[in-house]
């Protein structure tokens, strides 16, 4: 079915992060599975009709698969076919007529600020060991800059420009931004640096984060770490990094940030993307406006 050149093609052509990689990989080969039950049986993706493909999204319906997901999916079908045209293996894209379910536009969760600030000044919350600063450098870089969890990930040390303030992202697509960070988001690097230098992991990694015993942190690390925080101030079910990345734009968007200002600093490719935080600051002002107009 020709796969795996695709895949090639958008991790090293097309330079996709890992994790968009590992999704599109994931769906078609769910995709894949699908053609190759007895009642299809595709061996060519020339003999695949847009009829497949909405039997598919039926299945998918059925399974209780989220409109948001089967709209991902599906965008996924239609790149690879995008790709199978170029490379001249099918004729047309049997996926360019399908219709995908709306998605119902869900606010983003996000955390109250103050109680999040006070958390975070607390001198009881978080231990003063390595660990401890490490917990509490997550959770601040993740409320004080709005970064992806992948970007996070990412972020070495010499991303890290204490002087001036900055940090150094690698964003989706391969996309430099640089974001400022405050006052006291540096003097907590600055102690996690001097921390991690004393623990004298054997590996010396240059990646910032990091595991207890020195090994490069990873996602369900952070996740924990998120969640752990969080339930201390939210009884949300929704306590994520992402949660976190809400906060920042909401937060700034309340404040009188600039709307574009805040598409930068979050690494959005288009204003569309930034604009959904405006509904919250909507939401926000209906909800003073009930508790405070006599005629509301």
């Given at each position: 079915?020709?796969?795996?050149?695709?895949?090639q093609?958008?991790?090293?052509?097309?330079?996709?992060?890992?994790?968009?990689?590992s999704?599109?990989?994931?769906?078609?080969?769910q995709?894949?599975?699908?053609l190759?039950?007895?009642?299809?049986?595709?061996?060519?993706p020339?003999?695949?009709?847009?009829?497949?493909?909405?039997?598919?999204?039926?299945?998918?319906?059925?399974?209780d698969?989220?409109?948001r997901?089967?709209?991902?999916?599906i965008?996924t079908?239609?790149?690879?076919?995008?790709?199978?045209?170029?490379?001249?293996?099918?004729?047309?894209n049997?996926?360019?007529?399908?219709?995908?379910?709306?998605?119902?536009?869900n606010?983003?969760?996000?955390v109250e600020d103050?109680?999040?600030?006070?958390?975070?000044d607390?001198?009881?919350?978080?231990?003063h060991?390595?660990?401890?600063?490490r917990?509490?450098?997550?959770?601040?870089?993740?409320?004080?800059?709005?970064?992806?969890?992948?970007?996070?990930?990412g972020?070495?040390?010499?991303?890290?420009?204490?002087?001036?303030?900055?940090?150094?992202?690698?964003?989706?697509?391969?996309?430099?931004?640089?974001?400022?960070i405050?006052?006291?988001?540096?003097?907590?690097?600055?102690?996690?640096?001097?921390?991690?230098?004393?623990?004298?992991f054997?590996?010396n990694?240059?990646?910032?984060?990091?595991?207890?015993?020195?090994?490069?942190?990873?996602?369900?690390?952070?996740y924990?770490?998120?969640?752990?925080?969080l339930?201390?101030?939210?009884?949300?079910?929704?306590k994520?990094?992402?949660?976190?990345?809400?906060?920042?734009?909401?937060?700034?968007?309340?404040?009188?940030?600039?709307?574009n200002?805040?598409?930068?600093?979050?690494?959005?490719?288009?204003?569309?993307?930034?604009?959904i935080?405006?509904?919250?600051?909507?939401?926000?002002?209906?909800?003073?406006y009930?508790q405070a107009?006599?005629?509301?």
């Amino acid at each position: 079915m020709f796969l795996a050149r695709f895949i090639q093609y958008i991790q090293f052509e097309k330079r996709y992060s890992p994790h968009t990689v590992s999704a599109y990989k994931s769906d078609l080969d769910q995709f894949i599975r699908f053609l190759n039950t007895p009642e299809e049986a595709i061996t060519h993706p020339s003999e695949i009709t847009h009829h497949l493909i909405r039997n598919w999204m039926v299945a998918m319906m059925s399974d209780d698969i989220t409109a948001r997901s089967i709209t991902r999916k599906i965008a996924t079908l239609r790149k690879y076919f995008k790709f199978l045209l170029q490379e001249g293996i099918i004729t047309h894209n049997p996926a360019s007529k399908i219709n995908t379910p709306k998605s119902p536009k869900n606010l983003p969760v996000v955390v109250e600020d103050a109680k999040l600030t006070q958390m975070l000044d607390d001198n009881e919350v978080f231990s003063h060991d390595f660990k401890g600063v490490r917990d509490k450098l997550v959770i601040e870089t993740l409320f004080g800059t709005g970064m992806r969890l992948a970007e996070l990930l990412g972020v070495k040390e010499t991303d890290i420009n204490i002087y001036e303030g900055t940090v150094k992202v690698l964003g989706k697509r391969n996309k430099q931004r640089i974001i400022p960070i405050n006052n006291e988001l540096k003097l907590l690097i600055a102690e996690y640096l001097e921390l991690k230098k004393n623990q004298n992991f054997n590996n010396n990694s240059l990646t910032l984060l990091v595991t207890d015993k020195g090994a490069d942190a990873y996602p369900k690390l952070i996740y924990l770490i998120v969640q752990k925080y969080l339930s201390y101030i939210s009884t949300q079910n929704k306590k994520s990094p992402h949660v976190l990345r809400h906060t920042f734009a909401t937060s700034l968007l309340n404040r009188g940030a600039d709307l574009n200002a805040i598409k930068e600093l979050l690494g959005h490719a288009n204003l569309s993307a930034t604009q959904i935080y405006t509904h919250n600051s909507v939401e926000r002002l209906k909800s003073i406006y009930k508790q405070a107009h006599p005629k509301a």
